[in-house]
């Protein structure tokens, strides 16, 4: 189960900090990550991590994003910094795992981000 966390109302210019945590601790995470769905938009890559340390992010975030995960608590974060408008979506985290011989693709309860004045 994942469990995500963290999303409100700011104003632009403000921040916020996404977690989400991986409730079954048993698991081999490899990918880490969040993407994000606006109204009558599809839903879109935000920011991962793999497991070896390299991280992508959305040209549309580069530079007020961060992605990070603490691999001991199976958990992933977003910090997101300079908040702009058109940043508002529903933010869902997603992962990668083995488990039991098998590879898994999972997403999260989405958290809503609104950023407005």
């Known amino acids: 189960q994942l469990q995500a966390c963290g999303g409100g109302l700011v104003q632009p210019g403000g921040s916020l900090r996404l977690s989400c945590a991986v409730s079954?601790?048993?698991?081999?995470?490899?990918?880490m990550g969040w993407y994000r769905q606006a109204p009558g938009k599809q839903r879109e890559l935000v920011a991962i991590s793999h497991s070896g340390g390299t991280t992508n992010y959305a040209d549309s975030v580069k530079g007020r994003f961060t992605i990070s995960r603490d691999n001991a608590e199976n958990t992933v974060y977003l910090q997101m910094n300079s908040l702009k408008p058109e940043d508002t979506a529903v933010y869902y985290c997603?992962?990668?795992?083995?488990?039991?011989?098998?590879?898994?693709?999972?997403w999260g309860q989405g958290t809503q981000v609104t950023v407005s004045s």
């Open positions: 079954k601790r048993s698991l081999s995470i490899d990918v």
């Open positions: 997603y992962v990668e795992y083995w488990y039991g011989g098998l590879y898994y693709k999972n």
